[in-house]
Every structure is written in C-alpha cells, then in structure tokens.
C-alpha cells in the first residue's frame, strides 16, 4: 500500500494509546513477518506428537508461522495482553470441581475482539482505507511467539508467556495491519532461571522439558480438548479436583506475586463458577447446561466432557 502517513512514530504512539485506552495492560508493534525459529520449534513439537488430539494445530503451517499468508498485505503486527486476574480463590473442597481461573467469567474470545476491533476503528478514523484483521486464540497465529517478539513479556518454562508487572494472568490477541508502522525492537529477556517450580509441581508431569509441554499428558488438555468417554488413568489418577483446565504452573510460579486485580468486571467469576459442585454438573441437562454456560469459555468441553469430569473427580473422591 502506499504510505498514508509520513510520521510513522507518531501514528504508532497513537495505536499504542489507543490499545492502552481499551483496556488493554501491554501492547507491542513488530514487522508481519514469518517467524523462522518458532515455526522450527512448532514443527518439533508436531512432530513428537505432544498436540494430541488437537489436529487443526497440524493444518496450514505456513499460515500459522506467517501473518502476511493469513492476512494477505499485513505489514504490522499490534500484540496486546489483558490482565485476567480476580482476587479469588480454590477452596480444594471434597466433591467440588476446580475451574481454570481464565474460565471464571465471560468468554475471553468474545470480551478481547470486542477490544481488538474498537482499536481497528480508531485506526481506520486515523488511516483512512487501512485493512486489518484481529487475531484472538482461534486464528492460526503464533499467539504467544508474538507477544514475545513484541516485548509484552518471555516465554515461561511451562510454555505461557509471563509479563514482569502483572505476571503470567494475562490474554492474548493480535491486530494485523496492512500499513507500516514503528517497530518495536526490544524483547524481555527470559527471566525463569533456575527455577523449576512448574516442572516440579505438575502432578503428570507434562512439562516434560523446560518449555515443552506434552498435550497428551496435560490436565488442561484433557479435561477441556480431549473427546473420550473416559479420561487416561494417569491423568484421572493425578486430577487434583480439576473439573476445567488447570491452573497449577502458574499458581506455583514465583512471578505471580506480581499479580493484579483486573479492571474488566466481565473476566469476575460468574456465581458457581469458580469451583462448582461435581454432583451439580453430572445432574445437568443440556437446558440447564446452556443456561449455565451462556457466553462462557467453559463450552468447549461440552456436556459430555464435562460430566465425564466430574465423573472422575467424584471417583477419586471415594479412593
């Protein structure tokens, strides 16, 4: 495209400001380019096998690793993070199921798009005839390689992206822009170290490297993508009350002290949702379900899966 505006700073300052001023925490703005060493690192992952089920991961490589092939002229990239976290927390009572903390309220998908395409208006009231397309989880887009490139924060050992102000809580979603702006250069450097808290405290051990997780032994995966009647021995054996995701790399992780209470009242946890009673799921209908889970990130697991969560959680409760 040809340039629509000579001061490129400027204009970025505006974009960045104006992503600040939609509730989002950190944002950052790199060149649409492929991403050489983290399409190298996807392909050994595919290939050992740790994405499971999960095979739309395996589909259009090429797209996944490069912007400008999902968004055909992209030339910048605008990566965002939203602090999810609320200051509540699990009780670990018998019978109940522990939900994911990013799941305690509104679909995230729903609540950052909304944020994502209110910047693309700015910019379009900035720019005019400026094309965009916004990038939240379910685009193939490198989410988290991105926030890294960007400087938003480093890649953790148990593979979330961990910010040093607000920690590891935060969302992730992209803008891709058909103009050139100025590029972020700096990058956060990894600031894991030593430690191993999340290897360590992952009860199935799917943290199986420092950086690489494997899906199929993850209580994330398994209780939200997996489709089986019945869950793995090693993972219902180990599920530590877990009715939807899990949380636990993080909740060990030593720079979540640095957590903060969100400013989106839509991420508070919805009444019964932060840790809800496994007897309740099982005596769901699909009525009640959908009334329960209206516009929540929960419904991915669907009512079967859900059920057969908290068949085990209840399981392991008699043992």
Known sequence: MTSRNPDKSKM??????????????????????????????????????????????ERDPAMRSDPRKLFEGARSVVAVAMNYYTQHEHLGEAGTGKVSRYAWGDDYHDVLKERLYKILEGVEQLIPGVKGKVCVDTSPIMDKAWAVKAGLGWLGKHSNVITKDIGSWVFLGELLLDVELEFDTGVVAD????????????????????????????????????????????ISENLEGWLYGCDICQDVCPW????????????????????????AILGL??????????????????????????????????K
């Open 285 to 318: 209908d699909r009525e009640s379900y959908q009334s329960m889970f209206k516009g929540s990130a929960i419904k991915r697991t669907k009512l079967d899966g859900l059920k057969r969560n908290a068949e085990a959680i209840l399981e392991h409760k008699k």
């Open 256 to 279: 979540n002290r640095f957590e903060q209470q969100t400013d989106e009242p839509r991420f508070e946890p919805r009444k019964g949702l932060v840790e809800p009673s496994a007897e």
């Open 191 to 234: 600031h894991c170290g030593s430690c191993t808290a999340c290897l360590d405290a992952c009860p199935t051990a799917a943290i199986v490297e420092p950086y690489v997780v494997d899906s199929k032994k993850c209580i994330s995966y398994a209780t939200i993508e997996l489709r089986s009647e019945k869950l793995p021995a090693e």
């Open 12 to 57: 970025t300052a505006k974009i960045k400001s104006l992503a600040l001023e939609c509730g989002f925490d950190k944002v950052g703005i790199v060149r649409a380019e492929a991403l050489t060493h983290e399409a190298i690192h996807l392909g050994e992952w595919l290939g050992r096998g740790f994405q499971g089920e999960m095979r739309w991961m």
